[in-house]
T-cell receptor
Framework: GESVGLHLPTLSVQEGDNSIINCAYSNSASDYFIWYKQESGKGPQFIIDIRSNMDKRQGQRVTVLLNKTVKHLSLQIAATQPGDSAVYFCAENTGNQFYFGTGTSLTVIP | DAGITQSPRYKITETGRQVTLMCHQTWSHSYMFWYRQDLGHGLRLIYYSAAADITDKGEVPDGYVVSRSKTENFPLTLESATRSQTSVYFC???????????FGPGTRLTVL
């Protein structure tokens, strides 16, 4: 899966299926994490965040899971739609700086 | 609601020239950031600013200069552009440091 350093470049899913994008982060002191979505030619857009005192957070059709023991973050998208096709980045925060992963490209097959 | 804007959107320059990329936000956010995005590296922080007249280095600051005389503006200057600075540059702002960042549309810079 994606990491701040390594990445799973592409993920293809059928429309209506659930998507899971993974991210391994490196700094055990990181206390805040964000998932961003980036469409072609645009800047990253906030999807959901989670702080280190939580294991799970849900939004509209999205869920973020945080496993601090193995320094792993995942983004789950329910009932994936064509509009979800984009590159997804995880970002970890240490102090006032964010460190971004290299991204996972999600393609939704109609 | 203009949000956060960047100019120019596209720029071609030559090695050794000075280039300034502009960033403007209308939210009065305290924090502003400059990132570069390159294939295989994702987004990397160049500089950030916690408030007017306060700036700090990020992960890849060499070759770049920033200033923040006004809360709403955060220009990034390449004093002597190099080919390795060919990239897409994103400006972002946030209310606080560890907080959701709002990104501009990006500036695609090519250094010949």
């Amino acid at each position: 899966g994606e990491s701040v350093g390594l990445h799973l470049p592409t993920l293809s899913v059928q429309e209506g299926d659930n998507s899971i994008i993974n991210c391994a982060y490196s700094n055990s002191a990181s206390d805040y994490f964000i998932w961003y979505k980036q469409e072609s030619g645009k800047g990253p857009q906030f999807i959901i965040d989670i702080r280190s005192n939580m294991d799970k957070r849900q939004g509209q059709r999205v869920t973020v899971l945080l496993n601090k023991t193995v320094k792993h973050l995942s983004l789950q998208i329910a009932a994936t739609q064509p509009g979800d096709s984009a590159v997804y980045f995880c970002a970890e925060n240490t102090g006032n700086q964010f460190y971004f992963g290299t991204g996972t490209s999600l393609t939704v097959i109609p | 609601d203009a949000g956060i804007t960047q100019s120019p959107r596209y720029k071609i320059t030559e090695t050794g020239r000075q280039v300034t990329l502009m960033c403007h936000q209308t939210w009065s956010h305290s924090y502003m950031f400059w990132y570069r995005q390159d294939l295989g590296h994702g987004l990397r922080l160049i500089y950030y600013s916690a408030a007017a007249d306060i700036t700090d280095k990020g992960e890849v600051p060499d070759g770049y200069v920033v200033s923040r005389s006004k809360t709403e503006n955060f220009p990034l200057t390449l004093e002597s552009a190099t080919r390795s600075q060919t990239s897409v540059y994103f400006c972002a702002s946030s209310v606080a440091g560890p907080d959701e960042q709002f990104f501009g549309p990006g500036t695609r810079l090519t250094v010949l």
